[in-house]
């Protein structure tokens, strides 16, 4: 194929036989099935696992009504309608030592946020709102009866489920297993990825870098976003463009691995050794998907191992991961249901270039201008190689299949990064 025949299919607009994102994620998530097995984990190590079985309380939280505020327990029957009411302090309830008597009519108990309220008293004055004078205390009109008490259970009720199968574990979830006492979690294995690149061109960094040569900058985008949901990842380093070398990489890759991931070698030059490979020793399928950059991927498997063979160029690997891969490992992870990622309209302060017939992700930075108003501006060039715009980014301006250019001023939808988990 001549240079001028690879411009016309790069910039073809409407592409008939190409999937739309929608369904190649759909396609993609069908194509995938959760792992089985699942372990137990200390909580200190369960950040960001996934739960293998729905978490059901069986602590009350909190476990009795407390006060929310340093001060004094009253009935609230004995507040003052208007003007003020002297009432006498019987006892103390501090957090972790309750007060045990019962607070009679005209009684009060000097308590501290967290303690149990004591029997008799519904209602909490805080202490900048209440006078002492030695073993009495004077309160004022204005306090509502049954004010500054946490119930038992007002959190958690007893029975209830606070964590559900396939919730993948946040800061606050480990909180609220610890709030149950919980020192362990089932939770679904660690999905095992094996990562490679292709090219015979690929240096490793450290490494001299001769004429022709680049340094592997795929492998290190990869490893982050597969650590960054906590994959136990295999490398198997940057493979040349060898048939019998590809081969013995994805059968042994296959043998110790859920999922494969690779980046490279689909294009033009190599495509028939990389297709041939795999083919031979798998199920593959060669996708084109109507979206700009990672238009070409490879989705299959190699026995019961899941296979998805990413576009070379820098920014098409990011964005095709996050588009299709990211959901797919997260789905075989036991993660279920998988959140949207999050979108939202912004004012586009630059100008974009836009073909109709695909879906372009364009890296932007998002932020509140002075007036309150969410607005984004594209990060420089917009090539499938400029890996820079995409570090300089802090979202994707995400334009519709059917869309043109954009004119400065216009809405536009923006997918940040820090939904992308
Ligand atoms: N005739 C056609 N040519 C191309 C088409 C097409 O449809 N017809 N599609 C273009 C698109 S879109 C993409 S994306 C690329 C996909 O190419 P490959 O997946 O085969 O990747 P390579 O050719 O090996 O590399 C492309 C590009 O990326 C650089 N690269 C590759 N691996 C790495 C790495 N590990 N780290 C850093 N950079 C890497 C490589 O040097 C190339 O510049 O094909 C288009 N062509
Ligand atoms: O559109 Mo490609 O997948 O050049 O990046």
Do not use: H
């Not at 411009?7 to 739309?20: K, R, V």
């Not at 993948?168 to 020192?183: E, S, Y």
């Amino acid at each position: 194929m001549n240079s001028a025949t690879r411009a016309m299919t790069c910039e073809d607009d409407y592409d008939p036989s190409a999937l739309t994102v929608e369904m190649a994620r759909t396609r993609i998530l069908d194509a995938v099935s959760p792992l089985a097995e699942a372990e137990t984990v200390g909580l200190r190590s369960a950040l960001g696992r996934v739960l293998a079985a729905d978490v059901r309380a069986t602590v009350a939280v909190p476990s009795a009504p407390n006060s929310a505020m340093d001060g004094y327990a009253l009935r609230g029957s004995d507040l003052p309608p208007s003007g003020t009411n002297r009432l006498k302090v019987v006892g103390v309830s501090r957090a972790g030592a309750p007060y045990r008597g019962v607070v009679g009519k005209g009684q009060c108990v000097r308590i501290f946020t967290g303690a149990v309220m004591p029997a008799g008293a519904d209602t909490v004055v805080m202490q900048e709102r209440a006078e002492a004078e030695g073993d009495w205390v004077v309160i004022g009109a204005g306090e509502k009866s049954g004010q500054n008490v946490r119930e038992r259970g007002e959190d958690v009720a007893v029975g209830q489920v606070v964590l559900a199968r396939g919730r993948r574990m946040t800061p606050a979830d480990l909180g609220v297993l610890a709030g149950q006492g919980q020192a362990q979690v089932w939770v679904y294995r660690r999905l095992k990825v094996a990562l490679f690149t292709t090219g015979d061109e690929l240096r490793e960094p450290g490494e001299a870098l001769e004429e022709g040569c680049l340094y592997d900058s795929n492998r290190y985008t990869l490893l982050g976003m597969l650590q960054r949901l906590g994959i136990e990842v295999r490398e198997f380093g940057a493979i040349p463009d060898d048939g019998q070398r590809l081969e013995t990489v994805l059968i042994r890759a296959s043998a110790e691995a859920d999922a494969i991931v690779s980046t490279g070698g689909v294009s033009v030059g190599e495509f028939d050794l990389v297709r041939e490979t795999l083919e031979r020793v798998g199920r593959i399928q060669f996708w084109k998907i109507a979206m700009k950059p990672g238009r070409p991927i490879t989705v299959g498997s190699i026995g019961r191992t899941a296979f998805f063979g990413l576009p070379g160029n820098p920014v098409a690997v990011m964005v095709a991961f996050y588009q299709f891969v990211q959901p797919a490992l997260r789905r075989m992870t036991g993660e279920w249901p998988l959140s949207a990622p999050v979108v939202f309209k912004a004012v586009c302060r630059s100008k974009l270039r836009k073909r109709p017939g695909r879906v372009e992700f364009k890296r932007g930075i998002v932020e509140l201008d002075g007036e309150g108003r969410m607005v984004v501006r594209k990060t420089g060039q917009q090539g499938s190689g400029i890996l820079t715009s995409m570090s300089q980014a802090n979202c994707f301006i995400v334009l519709p299949m059917d869309s043109g250019p954009v004119e400065p001023g216009s809405l536009v939808d923006v997918q940040p990064f820090f939904g992308l988990v």
